[in-house]
């Protein structure tokens, strides 16, 4: 009897310690964004483009927005509701538009608009990925201003140095330092409570923000800025489509824990620490996360402070290379390597495309605003587009996958819909102050994505015009059977009742056929993975032509070679030395024909091109694939 129950005291010993094991990596990946927002938000309001006069009111109406909007978005929006909408176990806006589509399939007009809406929401993200190392470093290192006089012009230079670097050394992958990110995140959410409480004690009559009587109170007095103020505020949730992102990583109860054991408490701190600085001294509204600190800490604060933003850097580049890999498993980007960092984790993930492209944005965005206050003035609008597109794709969830009833749904997705439709319309005249960027380049992603998924249905199109039926092809050689030669040939197709044009190719020029025929169509699933047993599909036509199916989620990287072993049937052999693959490479011409722009279509061809070939993206091996090409005029 005591063995077992040291058996299960242990067992639990153990269940808690991965536990918070857990909650600490939660910490270190999920909550970097939203926790260096203390940096920037309240300077931007006092001192940046809003200028909020200083005064009692002003200040406890400023918290008092900043609290409930991390309680109602953050806490209740995301935390509560949205980490549940889970596509099996993986979040993110390209999961929820795989799972709002999922639950539409009934509504063929309304999937096809959920898709728009997730492009775009993805696109956004993009910029949301560019601003925000930018921001973030650029106020850590500003801290050096307030140490050193005569600073100001080393600060740029100083970030790009710590930008470029944090962008060479992806490649590389996170594996090693990563186990870093959660213990260090964690003393910065505990720095920031501590600071915040040493705030709180000299004026504690900032407390009384907590009613949202200030927040109205404020609208009240200063009709002038109204709902403008919450561009600003919004500055507070940035990072907040993270907790969502990242969710396959860790799960819903390690992020959920992790928020409101420390993340939220550590922030609120902090806010109302830096509003009773203020309050005390109102010169301190030049960088109050800064001076709220005793001298004596301020250079380790500095230093704190800039490893956090590069952590926080680090979680939305992390983040831009998963949704890329989403989005090329479910045909809107060409395919691109993806290069695997890490043997233990599979989410650490490394495209150098993404990398660079990343890299380049930020670097202009530094050189271009140079300095927090003025990045802050375009920072928002991606953020607040995305949590837009998020309550839209919930709200469909809402109804059909979830299946409240209509008296319940529709408040609450209206009270969502409301929130976030006045935070997008307060940031929507920074677009004009120099949000353009993060606007532009996610409407050029969405050209992009939408021209590649366009051009891709058009060139099948435009291929089974030409092509011949299977049965047909199948009734000729069994009427005027060709050479057979020994081996197993797999001829990579879209189409699953069509011949594909590298087998009409090899047999026209070769006149031969393999023993064995496997035709293969590989097909993205809507999910993020697939079960083993799911895998594998295959049907025998005779003359030893097959049809194969081989499912991959949007999560997984589709390696035919090692898919094609869970083949039931001892009539096909996929031993690598008898096994050839056939691959069919299209070249684009771009015409007159019904289709698209013709300057899309010329984009398109220029995609495909340099596009990354079926060879690597599919793990053929090398001395095993033979390529035949064929013009496709659309």
Known sequence: MSNASAGTAEQQENHSSSALGMMVAAVGVCYGDIGTSPLYTLKEVFVGGYGVQVGHDAILGILSLIFWSLVWVVSIKYVIFVLRADNQGEGGVMALTALARRAAHGYPRLSSVLVVLGLFGASLFYGDSMITP?????????????????????????ALIVLVGLFLIQRHGTARIGILFGPVMVIWFVVLGALGLYGIYQHPVVLNAMNPYWAANFFIVHPGIGVAILG???????????????????????????????????????????????????????????????????????????????????????????LTRQAIQLGFVPRMFVQHTSSQEQGQIYIAGVNWALMVGVVLLVLGFESSAALASAYGVAVTGTMLVTTLLMGVVLWLHWKWPLWLAIPFFCMMLLVDVLFFSANLPKVVQGGAFPVVAGIALFILMTTWKRGRQLLVERLDEGSLPLPLFIASIRSQPPHRVQGTAVFLTARSDAVPHALLHNLLHNQVLHEQV??????????????????????????????????????EDPDIPAALKYCHLNELDFSPMRTTYFLSRETVIPSRRIGMARWREGLFAFLLKNANGNLRYFNLPLNRVIELGTQVEI
């Open 518 to 555: 496997v035709l293969l169509t590989v097909v993205n699933e809507d999910s993020p993975r697939v079960a083993t047993d799911r895998r594998f599909e295959v049907d025998a036509y005779g003359e030893g032509f097959f049809r194969v199916l081989l499912h991959f989620g949007f999560m």
């Open 134 to 158: 930018a921001i973030s470093v650029l106020s850590a290192i500003e801290g050096l201003e307030i140490a050193f006089d005569g600073l100001e012009h080393w600060v740029v230079p100083l």
């Open 232 to 322: 600003a505020t919004v500055l507070a949730l940035t990072g907040a489509e993270a907790l969502y992102a990242d969710m396959g990583h860790f799960g819903r109860k390690p992020i959920s824990r992790a928020w409101f054991a420390l993340v939220l408490p550590g922030l609120v701190l902090n806010y109302f620490g830096q509003g009773a600085m203020i309050l005390y001294n109102p010169e301190a509204a030049r960088n109050p996360f800064y001076l709220l600190a005793p001298s004596w800490a301020l250079l380790p604060m500095v230093a704190l402070s800039t490893v956090a933003t590069v952590i926080a850097s680090q979680a939305v580049i992390s983040g831009a290379f998963s």
